[in-house]
C-alpha cells in the first residue's frame, strides 16, 4: 500500500511537471553525465601518469636494488676470494715458520755438537797438557830423587881429593858446556 501510495504521488506530481526533460533533477544529472564525460579522459590521464611515474619509480628502485644485490654479490665474492687468498697466505707463512723452525733446529744441533766437540778437543788437550806437566813433574822428581841419590852416593864414596878433581874438571868444561 505504501508503495502504491508512492507510485500515485509521483504518476501526479509528473502530471503536474509535465514531460521528463522539463525536471531539474533530470538536466543535474545530465550535466553531471557530461562533466564526468569531458573529465574522464584528463583525469584518467593524470591518473594513469601518476600510476606510470609510480610505476617506473618502483621500478627504477626494484633495478636499483637488484644493481645494489650485484654489487654486493660481487664484494662478498671479492671478499671471499680475499679471505681465501689470506688464508694460503697465512698457511703459507706457517709452512715457512716451519720450515724455518726445523732448519733453525737443525742448524742448533749442529751447532751444539760442534760445541760439544770443541769442548771435547778443549778437554783432551786440557788433558794431554795435565798428563805432560804430570810427566815432567815426575821427571823433575826423579831429576831430584836421582841428584839427591848420586850426591848421597858419591858423599859417602867419593874422598876429598876425588871431590876437588871433579870440582875442577867441571869448572874446566863448564866454558865448552854453556856455548
Known amino acids: 500500500m505504501i508503495f502504491s501510495t508512492a507510485f500515485a504521488v509521483t504518476a501526479e506530481h509528473a502530471e503536474e511537471v509535465g514531460a521528463f526533460y522539463t525536471d531539474a533533477h533530470f538536466w543535474v544529472n545530465v550535466a553531471f553525465l557530461l562533466v564526468f564525460a569531458l573529465a574522464y579522459r584528463p583525469v584518467m590521464r593524470a591518473i594513469s601518469a601518476a600510476l606510470d611515474a609510480r610505476a617506473a619509480k618502483i621500478r627504477a628502485r626494484l633495478d636499483e636494488a637488484h644493481t645494489l644485490r650485484e654489487d654486493a654479490q660481487e664484494m662478498l665474492a671479492a671478499y671471499q676470494r680475499k679471505q681465501n687468498e689470506a688464508a694460503k697466505e697465512a698457511e703459507a707463512i706457517i709452512a715457512h715458520a716451519r720450515a724455518e723452525a726445523q732448519r733453525l733446529a737443525e742448524q742448533a744441533a749442529m751447532d ?21 806437566a804430570a810427566v815432567r813433574e815426575v821427571q823433575d822428581h826423579a831429576v831430584d830423587v836421582a841428584v839427591a841419590a848420586a850426591r848421597q852416593v858419591l858423599s859417602q864414596s867419593i874422598t876429598a881429593d876425588q871431590a876437588v878433581k871433579l870440582v875442577d874438571s867441571a869448572i874446566h868444561d863448564l866454558p865448552r858446556l854453556l856455548h
Open 112 to 132: 751444539l755438537e760442534e760445541s760439544l766437540k770443541r769442548r771435547e778437543q778443549m778437554a783432551l788437550e786440557r788433558i794431554a797438557q795435565a798428563e805432560a
